[in-house]
């Protein structure tokens, strides 16, 4: 026999854990999306044009026939006619003045437009509605 010290051994013990998952269903989810019409007025701006004619009497004598002539939004058209006195002469009988006016007003056109709403139910796992804090009618 050998009188050396023997060495004194400890075991050593591990535990092992497994971690397994399984799904359980605790409920479900419907939504339901509705499209409904809605009437609106939006506002337009139209824009309008009169014109107004005045005859303004001129009744002078010219020469050569006088060009249209526009100032602004006013345009003057001569207007001339021949008379027999020993010679012929050029008379401006009258004008014809053509102003432009402008005008714009703003109108409200109906136009249907188009919106989605949204209904969610929690369901429980046989299909059943489940009572819920806030009722979800949401705009979309």
Request: hydrophobic residues 30%.
């Amino acid at each position: 026999m050998t009188d050396e010290p023997k060495p004194d051994v400890l075991p050593l013990v591990e535990e092992r854990v497994a971690l397994t998952k399984r799904t359980i269903p605790t409920g479900r989810v419907r939504v339901e999306t509705r499209t409904e019409t809605v009437q609106q007025h939006l506002p337009a701006q139209l824009s309008s044009e009169e014109v107004e004619v005045v005859r303004v009497p001129v009744n002078r004598r010219v020469d050569a026939m006088p060009p249209t002539t526009t100032e602004g939004d006013l345009t003057i058209i001569p207007v001339v006619e021949e008379r027999l006195v020993v010679t012929r002469e050029l008379y401006l009988r009258e004008e014809v003045h053509v102003r432009r006016i402008r005008r714009q007003e703003t109108v409200e056109i109906p136009v249907e437009t188009r919106r989605q709403t949204v209904r969610i139910d929690r369901l429980s796992p046989e299909g059943q509605i489940q009572p819920s804090s806030k009722d979800h009618h949401d705009d979309l």
